[in-house]
């Protein structure tokens, strides 16, 4: 398949949650072990959304159509539908009920990992797309090639060793296990969700992710979860964040991997913020930085409804001034 006449679409997922109908659904749904304060938090929003959608607009020309998946809600920017339909017209909202055909009885779900694992359900969605956060942004133009060459994915990542086969990740789980620290030891995360999956595929080391828009293909998904319907199972069925649920994009990368259909890069290509407790002129400069740096291709600003007011101000002129 020639690079140039592959046809690719973009799903964000997005969820506001600082609307009070789903923050009370979510408050219903929160069992007594779990934080409520680390739960609603994780589903705050300061509308990064449109400038994420506006930097894919600006900069990857050859996208198609925009998803972004959502709890029955539509972002700030769209909802003046007749304005919207003028200014986005490749951009459209699927409810969570579209995706989750034939698997209503997991919904409502607080959690990304169940509707990242549905994702390929999107009607007329193109083979390959790309998946992004709300809080991802293309910092400078990008290529198809940049995500699919010859139709192969490209894998930005490295391989890395199981966290058991790592010293002092070994040590700091025998330390949990010593205190009974249960909550440590069984705790999701980013890591371990793409380890988990590595695992089961019957890997001994992982590609390891980062924080980048991740080039996928719908026929992966299918094929795989038509085989093994239990395992989409074990990533849909729970509404909160499980130690046993897997990181979907890693599952499509090790398929990938399995069958030499893919690319390795290992430059993520990526200026990552998640601390902002920086001083204003270390975050500006950083800023101005990562426009400077052609080899900078990827921008995630995670955690942006944690950020001191006035360097959230700053954050977001830089923002509108850059994608507007």
Known sequence: MKTKSIIIDVVFTWV??????YRDKLLNYIPKEKSKNNEVRALSQVH???YAVKSIIKHAKFVRNI?????DQTPDFLKDKEEASKKYPNVFVISHDVIFEGYHQYLPTFSCLPIESLLYKIPELSEHFLYANDDFFLLREAKISDFFIDGKPVIRGEWTSFY???????????FYNLIRKEDKI???GFKKGQQTIAKTLGF????????????LKKSTYDNFYKKFPELLDVNIKHKFRHHEQYTNQSLANHLE?????????EDYQLVYFQNYNKPLWWLKNRLKKAEKDKSKLFLCMQ??????????????????????
């Open 48 to 50: 990064e959304i449109e």
């Open 257 to 265: 991997i399995q069958k030499d259909n893919y690319i390795l890069k």
């Open 164 to 174: 058991e086969d790592i010293w002092y990740k070994k040590v700091q789980s025998g």
């Open 303 to 324: 955690g942006l409804d944690l950020c001191p007011q006035e360097k959230l101000i700053y954050i977001k002129n830089w923002l509108s001034n850059k994608y507007d």
């Open 186 to 188: 069984k705790k999701w």
């Open 204 to 215: 001994k080391k992982y590609v390891r992710l980062d924080h980048t828009i991740a080039p």
């Open 16 to 21: 506001d949650g600082k609307d009070e109908k």
């Open 67 to 71: 998803f972004i998946v959502t709890a």
